[in-house]
């Protein structure tokens, strides 16, 4: 039965497989009445955002409950469980109380770059979800230089972060702001570094080219490029503000960071872009590296978005995980992790990555030869990269004294004399 | 330029880059300047999408907004003397003198000018050719930037680095 009503379904706007179908419903509803071309852009492009506007709302709601009754899990408590059953309804009333509350303005705040900063936060978040491709055909912008655009939306918050820390008349909110500025900057490099891998493979910088290339050959790029999967993940956490990275913020040293006179929907506004930071990094994790709306023949089952969103909550979860498990470091901590470390791995990643393209394309290799050994070459690298460069910085050789850390001695750590480590 | 969305894009993005291109020379407080000129170089990467230079666009963004924009703040913040109000300097006048100047010279070179107008061909993508011409035709120019870029990465570093410590003058 249900079997015989999907060929009917194809290309109807009531199929949920293919939510572009319905766009397109819409759009030739428009054609028809004769409006000029350029309403149908604008048309186009307000349902796309709408939708994703929508679909974010929901998530950072549903994953406000969640990750608050996950990390509860991790540290041996409860969570919210009040409000409605299990405390679902929290974030509604979290929300509601937002929206309530008295949004202060502190004296000597300088008002109109203070009510800025929210605001502007607040577009470049959304911007970046213009162009992941959620299925083969729901991609709102499938811009030829997309793998840039994230890059360069995602960087348009860091002045305007800095702005919100400087505005407040705080010292505390400033130095939230240089020192989010500070990672941002550095890891920005990194980011910019991963990405290099999956560009120099698929050779274009389209999003929907680089998720075609993944379900032409079959494979994913997580598995030709681990080292820039764990880069990327790595340098993509500064955006979500999440510890270990969450030292913009770190109520027990600076109230807290670029947020801290922020009351009210105005602070909601910052809650919310950081949701949002973190569902795109996630979103981009999945195209470039986890193969996107593809899952080796199950997109012909589950509409392709579901994968693409399952999987997105998943790489989010990871996030979730380290912040419920991984103690904040230190700024001069991270400056170091991505200069000295990260940086020149990546770099010659870079390197053997670009090799490794030119041997493939040069003695015209068949993917199936090719890939194999790219991936498996790629991840004795990748190992022997971690390992070889954090030995020759003189880490991971720390004393070992029983059942003492070696991790907690790592990161300067004092042990007194006959103290258990 | 025929296309009314094209138009109506061209005067509203136009709109944003010169008035707050005006907010820049017109507020007090630099660091609201600061936000007029994140503003002013969004809208001309609109103008950039407009002309069909997409990866332009994108760098103008990556580049200018999101890092020289921040290099202005820090410079602002690390100047003690930024908040003084120097509008009413005695130089105040000089400069409207020679802004009229320049931009009447513009104004004068944009009308004078005899502009190519190409055909509509469609848009075509310009990131692949940029990079083509990068590495090929124009690598020792490319490669010269990039050595210079690495010069004043090592020269800054150099600068702020603290004087290594004498061990045998602590050890006394």
């Keep these: 039965m249900i079997g015989a009503m999907i060929p009917l379904l194809k290309g109807e706007w009531y199929d949920l497989r293919d939510l572009s179908n319905l766009v397109d419903e819409v759009l030739t509803g428009l054609d028809d009445l004769g409006l ?26 549903a994953f406000i409950w969640i990750e608050r ?36 303005t502190v004296k000597g705040a300088d008002k109109w770059v203070f009510w800025a900063a929210p605001v502007m936060i607040f ?32 960087g348009i ?15 505390y909110a400033l130095l939230g ?61 500064v955006e979500t503000n999440r510890s270990p990275m969450d030292i913009a913020e770190a109520e027990s040293e600076i109230v807290a960071g670029y947020h801290t006179e922020y009351s009210g929907i105005k602070f909601g506004f910052f809650y919310q872009a ?34 693409y969103i399952a999987k997105l909550y998943v790489v989010f979860f990871v996030y979730i995980w380290s912040r419920g498990t991984l103690p904040r470091l230190r700024i001069d901590q991270l400056q170091a992790f991505a200069w000295k470390f990260l940086l020149p791995i990546m770099l010659l990643n870079v390197v053997v990555v670009g090799a490794e393209v030119l041997i493939w394309r040069e003695n015209e290799l068949s993917a199936g030869e090719a890939l194999p050994v790219i991936g498996l070459v790629n991840f004795f690298f990748g190992v022997a990269m971690v390992v070889g460069w954090a030995r020759f910085l003189g880490h991971g050789k720390g004393k070992q004294t029983g059942a003492g850390a070696i991790l907690t001695q790592d990161v300067g750590a004092i042990f007194y004399k006959g103290e258990p480590a | 330029m025929d296309d009314a969305g094209v ?48 990866f332009i666009a994108i760098v103008q963004i990556l580049v200018y907004v999101g890092a020289i924009s921040v290099l202005f703040l820090f410079a602002i913040v690390l100047t003690p003397t930024a908040n003084r109000t120097n509008q009413d300097g005695f130089l105040a006048l000089p400069a409207l003198a020679l802004c009229t100047l320049v931009s009447a010279l513009l104004i004068f070179v944009a009308l004078d000018t005899e502009w190519n107008t190409p055909d509509h061909a469609g848009f075509t993508e310009t990131a692949t050719s940029i990079g083509a011409l990068l590495l090929d035709k124009y690598v020792l120019p490319f490669e010269i930037a990039s050595v210079l870029l690495l010069v004043a990465v090592i020269g800054s570093i150099v600068l702020v680095r603290p004087e290594p410590v004498d061990e045998s003058v602590e050890a006394e």
């Design chain 1, 69 to 104: 009754r996950v990390v509860g899990l991790m540290q041996n408590r409860i969570g919210p469980n009040r409000v409605g059953p299990n405390g679902l309804l929290q974030p509604l009333a979290d929300a509601f109380k937002l929206l309530l509350k008295e949004a202060i």
């Design chain 1, 157 to 171: 918050n860091t002045p305007v972060v800095f702005l919100a820390g400087w505005s407040q008349n705080n010292k």
């Design chain 1, 36 to 61: 000029p071309a350029w309403t149908e852009y604008v048309a186009a492009s307000l349902l796309g955002a709408v939708g994703i506007f929508l679909w974010t709302i929901l998530s950072v709601l």
């Design chain 1, 123 to 154: 577009i470049p978040t959304l911007a970046v979800f213009a162009v992941i491709p959620f299925n083969e055909k729901m991609i709102l912008a499938d811009l030829n230089v997309g793998v840039l655009f994230l890059i360069a939306i995602a």
């Design chain 1, 274 to 307: 950081e949701y949002l930071a973190g569902f795109a990094v996630a979103a981009a994790v999945v195209a470039l590296y986890l193969g996107g709306w593809t899952a080796w023949g199950l997109e012909k089952w589950v509409p392709g978005w579901i994968i």
């Design chain 1, 177 to 237: 702001a240089m020192r989010i500025i500070a990672m941002l900057i550095s890891y920005e490099l990194v980011q910019v570094l991963a990405l290099l891998g999956p560009v120099l493979f698929v050779s274009s910088m389209r999003m929907a080219d680089i998720v075609a290339w993944q379900d032409h050959y079959n494979t994913w790029i997580f598995f030709i490029q681990p080292l820039g999967l764990l880069a990327y993940i790595i340098a993509g956490a």
């Design chain 2, 7 to 54: 138009i109506i894009a061209f005067w509203i993005l136009a709109g944003l880059t010169v008035g707050s291109a005006l907010g820049i020379a017109g507020s007090r407080n630099l660091i609201h300047a600061v936000v007029f000129l994140i503003t002013t170089l969004m809208g001309l990467a609109g103008l950039y999408i407009t002309l069909s230079a997409d």
